[in-house]
């Protein structure tokens, strides 16, 4: 037999029964409508609150001036440069 999740299709059967017992057949199509707007309304607080992190993270990371290779090069010179001195043992002070 088929399962959803962790439960068999005769157990979501047997649920059913009990929960149509319990509540009858009036109150079902109420409480589906209320679960149905309770899932809408939680979707729309998570897209919502997703949309607020986005922008505050957006808003709160700064921005990079972009770096040409002409800056970046002699950078990465004095960074090997001060690497070999270090390893040298020599003290320039």
Avoid at 42 to 70: C, H, N, Q, T, Y
């Amino acid at each position: 037999m088929p399962k959803i999740g962790s439960l068999g299709v005769l157990e979501l059967l047997i649920i059913l029964v009990v929960v149509l017992l319990i509540f009858g057949p009036r109150r079902l199509p109420e409480m589906a409508k209320g679960l149905g707007q309770s899932v809408r309304e939680f979707r729309k607080g998570i897209k919502d609150m997703r949309k607020d992190l986005d922008e505050d993270v957006s808003a709160d990371a700064p921005k990079a001036a972009p770096v040409s290779a002409a800056t970046a090069a002699p950078a990465a010179d004095t960074a090997k440069t001060g690497a070999s001195t270090a390893a040298d043992g020599s003290d320039n002070s």
